[in-house]
């Protein structure tokens, strides 16, 4: 019987120690998230906002008064 419960105990410690393993790599898996964004907000940062300012340019020569700020 004292077996069982040592056993018991030991798969309820290793458990805990798997969550938090687990955690760990989900904080990874968001921090390289996270940088994925940056760099990609760095590398295409320029594309859109000229995008952006063309679009509103287009719809500025098509309006009266239009203003692009």
């Keep these: ?5 040592r056993i018991m105990l ?4 290793a458990k ?3 969550r ?6 989900y904080g990874l898996l968001i921090a390289g998230i996270a940088a994925l964004i940056v760099v990609v ?4 940062g320029n594309v859109i906002h000229d995008t952006f300012n063309n679009t509103c340019g287009t719809i500025r ?3 009266p008064g ?4």
Excluded: H, P, R
């Design 10 to 13: 030991n798969a309820q410690k």
């Design 41 to 44: 907000v760095f590398l295409l």
């Design 16 to 18: 805990m120690d798997e």
């Design 20 to 25: 938090g393993a687990s955690a760990v790599e």
């Design 1 to 5: 019987m004292l077996d069982y419960l």
């Design 61 to 63: 020569d098509g309006a």
């Design 66 to 69: 239009g203003t692009c700020e």
